[in-house]
């Protein structure tokens, strides 16, 4: 696994070992960010289910400004201080470990790209995303990157959030979700 393009890019990112991580592929990972190209530079960035940081660190690579990794466990919050480290980003990161939802609820800052990639068989993606709406800590025309199996279906979303395209890579399935500003862009 690597940093795939921008100031990082080539730098070799540490794994944990056993099955409780699913690394996203460097496929679906360069079609993830091919995706949301022009919505990163300057921006700040959750990455909820961090698990080894490298859509986070990928985020600060091309030009995000900061962001927060979230993870459960403690092997993978170490792992994710060390792969930031690594690819010299400590300033613009902090990692938070403890559980997605209470994170997102006691949560008191807004984003501009949020990137949630739950493990595919929990309920965590919707109940994320209705947290993530409830308490509206996604700004004005951010934009929530979702990884999860084809079968998973959008749940409907109040205003100003909204679906957007979706994207599939064999069983993988990648959908967007809107904030609606009150500005058109």
Known sequence: MRVISGSARGRRLKELQGMDTRPTTDKVKES????IQ???EGRKVLDLFGGTGQLGIEALSRGASHCVFVDQRREAAALIRENVKTCGFGEQAQVVQGDALSFLSGCREKFDLIFLDPPYQSDLLAKCLETITRFDIL????IILCESGTEWTLPSLEPP????????YGKIKLSLCHRL?????
């Open 181 to 185: 500003g009150s500005e058109q862009r």
């Open 139 to 142: 700004r004005e025309h951010g």
């Open 38 to 40: 022009f919505e990163i």
């Open 161 to 168: 959030y909204e679906p957007g395209r979706e994207y599939r």
């Open 32 to 35: 993830m960010f091919n995706i």
